[in-house]
């Protein structure tokens, strides 16, 4: 029909631009590129374009207003806010960059913080009705969005190198009107592709429709109680997944807002630092997708905090292995284990809150935990990074050598060991939901839970059990 037609063509013209758009909040992972070349052009220390870079974290940590307008208003309005805070803030980085308004760290830290607050905007209002038009095939719709996001910066990286190198300052301008030009036209363009009909009564059909959950398959085989985020404040689960994102997250941030700095105190250059990034990027998407189908394949063999261990442990042992090296081109190996390890955790991370706490909140509930991310960056890619590379600083505020990071390596390396312990204390509780699930619906309990290793109640009880001690039912 006529109808049918009309809404085929404009979802897939809401997926294009929904693409485009998840390809700019790429540009959030590329600040290592040109970071360097920004530090030099405007004379900051370290720790003051570190503190530019995490400052655009904190500002993409805010998710939960952007869930909250796209909830309240739809995709068309969160895009509208995200495009503007996107479009004024790189053009005022670009000015200041430019000398033509003056120059100062806190301010450029401060429209930092605005462009990562828009591109939660961006990444929200396109990717819900991405997941809504295309509600039968939500799965491979995520998985394409997201295979976007994580390999626009390699594809950036690429473009600066070819394009611009070593002109860092016109390639912010080209990210400037890449951006400006994309969020505007995605707010004509990006919408449901039809709205829906609530004329009449839901049948179950509807019902069956609207409780499929949106962010992984994973979530069709658990669930759980629907826990508001304040009840989430009482669960010890919560503070578990919280502080093992802290760790991991800021232990990746290491990397990602460093890269430049620490390519060239290994002895490499601008060069050098591109085909890491490229390396950390295509590890990173790659290791997102592996996942996936490896947990989807064998979710009953394999529960979901495992791969929080593997990916704790990988970031261990990429940090201790690059405090052990001193030459540049050695620097590979370990950039490729935190990639991999970068990815295994935001892929694992989604389906741990929506297990643990339910689907109903969980949009509130996964940006309350991914807040995290802001003082782990911080701390550990800000503060203890940019200090200790000040402390064995030489002339211009530049050091040179393994000995600028190799502490920051070892104390970073050695925090994961303690998300390893975190992740496995996830394992008990885990087993509670599964065990209630499994006399509910006759599901079988994974594998590694029968054999009697993981020990952690019998779940004789269908209230939830937290770690802390008190129950909860439905919120």
Not at 325 to 342: K, Q
Not at 363 to 369: D, E, H, K, Q, T
Request: with cysteine; aromatic share 14%; net charge neutral.
């Amino acid at each position: 029909s006529e109808m049918g037609t009309t809404f085929a063509f404009n979802r897939w013209i809401s997926l294009f631009w929904s693409t485009l758009v998840i390809f700019v909040c790429g540009t959030s992972n590329i600040f290592s590129v040109y970071s360097p070349q920004l530090k030099e052009k405007m004379s900051f220390t370290e720790t003051q374009i570190d503190l530019v870079g995490t400052l655009a974290t904190v500002g993409g940590s805010l998710g939960l207003l952007s869930g909250f307008f796209f909830d309240k208003f739809g995709p068309r309005f969160t895009l509208l806010i995200g495009a503007i805070s996107i479009s004024a803030s790189w053009m005022m980085v670009w000015l200041m960059a430019k000398e033509i308004i003056n120059i100062n760290h806190g301010v450029v830290g401060m429209f930092f913080a605005f462009i990562g607050l828009g591109l939660t905007f961006c990444y929200t209002g396109s990717i819900g009705p991405s997941l809504v038009n295309f509600g039968e095939h939500r799965g491979r719709v995520s998985g394409f969005l997201t295979g976007t996001y994580g390999s626009s910066s390699a594809v950036l990286t690429f473009i600066y190198m070819f394009g611009f190198k070593p002109d860092a300052i016109h390639f912010i301008l080209f990210l400037a009107l890449l951006s400006i030009s994309i969020s505007v036209f995605s707010v004509i363009f990006v919408n449901f592709s039809r709205p829906l009909d609530r004329s009449r009564e839901s049948t179950a059909d509807d019902i069956d429709e609207l409780e499929k959950p949106i962010i992984s398959n994973h979530a069709a085989m658990i669930h759980p109680h629907n826990v508001s985020p304040l009840t989430m404040l009482r669960c010890g689960e919560f503070y578990l997944l919280f502080f093992f994102m802290m760790i991991t997250s800021g232990s990746g941030f290491v990397i990602i807002y460093n890269l430049g700095d620490i390519s060239k105190a290994y002895g490499g250059d601008e060069q050098t630092s591109n085909f890491l990034l490229m390396a950390f990027s295509i590890s990173n998407v790659s290791s997102t997708l592996l996942t996936g189908f490896v947990s989807d394949r064998f979710k009953l063999k394999i529960p979901m905090p495992v791969y929080l261990i593997l990916s704790a442990s990988l970031m261990l042992i990429g940090h201790m292995y690059l405090a052990l090296i001193d030459r540049h081109y050695l620097l590979y190996p370990g950039i490729v284990l935190i990639g991999s390890s970068w990815g295994l955790l935001w892929s694992m991370m989604v389906v741990l809150v929506f297990e643990f706490f339910g689907p109903q909140y969980w949009g509130s509930n996964f940006n309350i935990v991914t807040l995290s991310q802001a003082p782990g960056g911080y701390l550990l890619g800000t503060l203890l990074a940019g200090t200790l590379y000040q402390k064995y600083s030489e002339v211009d505020n530049i050091c040179m050598g393994s000995r600028c990071y190799m502490i920051t390596f070892f104390i970073v390396g050695s925090l994961n060991i303690l998300g390893v312990i975190m992740a496995i204390f996830l394992l008990p509780p885990l087993r509670k939901i599964y065990s209630r699930k499994q006399r509910m619906s006759s599901m079988k309990i994974p594998e590694i839970f029968n054999s009697g290793r993981i020990s952690g109640g019998s779940g004789r009880n269908l209230e939830r059990e937290s770690l802390l001690g008190g129950k909860y039912n439905n919120v």
